[in-house]
């Protein structure tokens, strides 16, 4: 078993962070059904500074479940990215996972996300001083580069790994590439050489558990972080350890529960059925009569109309043989 500090991870396969995805119903979902880590979304270190109501929301999580609790956050300043570590760590948090690869504007702008990929020394005090305030294992998630004539990932992280990180999670895409075109799993394989004390998380185009085993296998990375994959279909954690795919009652009755447990982390009904829309829209991806059900689901506005949709179309659903890649699901928003 690999480890992240002090942390055995019992498999490779790491969920990756989504926003609006990776909360606490989703994450416990995914560690039931086999994932090894499962960090939450990205969380502002500015909003844990000012302690943020609403930012404080994002730090729930089930102590009995997901273990070890990994936190996301990201940020610009060393002194603010320590002391919003420190208030992850008294929310529960035992890793600190630090964002260096959003590739989206309003986060770059700040200094933060991808942005830190253009100073080296800077990505690496924030290390430095989130481990020396808290004492917690840091792992962090760059990109290849900023762009295809800046690809500093062996520079950065080599400079993490002096630093003290515990484990570099690399999307094989510059940040100009955003999700588009193909992610080099090279990059991955050079970093992996490159950097030999720190545990190496893959990340990019991984579709299939037949993915995500070559990845292994053909980067030496130690880990594998799924992303646009698990968006409606946290069974493929299971797959990748020899399990089924979902029965049409099984899929319905996760649904559902994910939609209860949803509305009870959101604790507004219908704010938390406007939410839910993407996820009833990824899990009908593969499924006979998806678009017209992504259709229908724009006009839920009450936990009936979700309970219904569980009930009818997913419980009676086939699988679509005819379905090809996501190219016809928005996932963009839940990656950035």
Not at 84 to 110: F, R, S, W
Not at 143 to 148: I, L, Q
Not at 287 to 308: N, P
């Amino acid at each position: 078993m690999q480890s992240i500090g002090p942390y055995s991870l019992r498999n490779p396969y790491i969920l990756a962070p989504m926003a609006g995805v990776s909360e606490r119903p989703y994450r416990v979902l995914a560690f039931r059904l086999g994932a090894a880590l499962c960090p939450t979304e990205l969380v502002s270190a500015q909003g844990l500074f000012r302690t943020n109501a609403r930012t404080l929301r994002y730090l729930r999580y089930d102590p009995e479940v997901e273990v070890p609790y990994s936190l996301q956050i990201f940020g610009g300043e060393p002194d603010v990215m320590a002391r919003a570590a420190a208030i992850g760590k008294e929310h529960g948090a035992q890793i600190i996972d630090l964002n260096m690869g959003c590739p989206v504007k309003k986060v770059t702008k700040n200094g933060a996300g991808s942005a830190l990929m253009c100073d080296v020394p800077r990505a690496a005090e924030i290390v430095r001083a989130i481990r020396e305030e808290t004492g917690l294992p840091v792992t962090v998630k760059i990109r290849s580069g900023w762009d295809a004539h800046s690809k500093n990932y062996v520079e950065l992280g080599q400079a993490l790994e002096e630093a003290g990180c515990a484990a570099i999670a690399m999307h094989a895409r510059t940040r100009a590439q955003g999700y588009s075109g193909q992610a080099d799993w090279s990059a991955i394989a050079d970093l992996k050489r490159h950097v030999t004390r720190t545990p190496i998380i893959g990340n990019g185009d991984v579709k299939t558990p037949a993915d995500a085993k070559r990845m292994l296998e053909t980067t030496g990375c130690d880990f594998v972080m799924i992303g646009r994959a698990a968006l409606g279909n946290p069974w493929i954690f299971r797959e990748l350890h020899g399990g089924p795919k979902p029965t049409p009652e099984e899929r319905g009755a996760l649904v559902l529960e994910h939609f209860n447990a949803h509305v009870d982390f959101i604790g507004e009904p219908l704010a938390a059925v406007r939410a839910f829309r993407r996820h009833l829209s990824w899990y009908a991806h593969g499924l006979r009569g998806a678009s017209a059900f992504r259709a229908e689901v724009t006009r839920f506005d009450s936990v009936s109309d979700v309970q219904r949709a569980c009930e009818a179309f997913f419980v009676s659903a086939e699988a679509d043989g005819s379905a090809g890649e996501m190219e016809d699901v928005d996932y963009k928003a839940a990656l950035g």
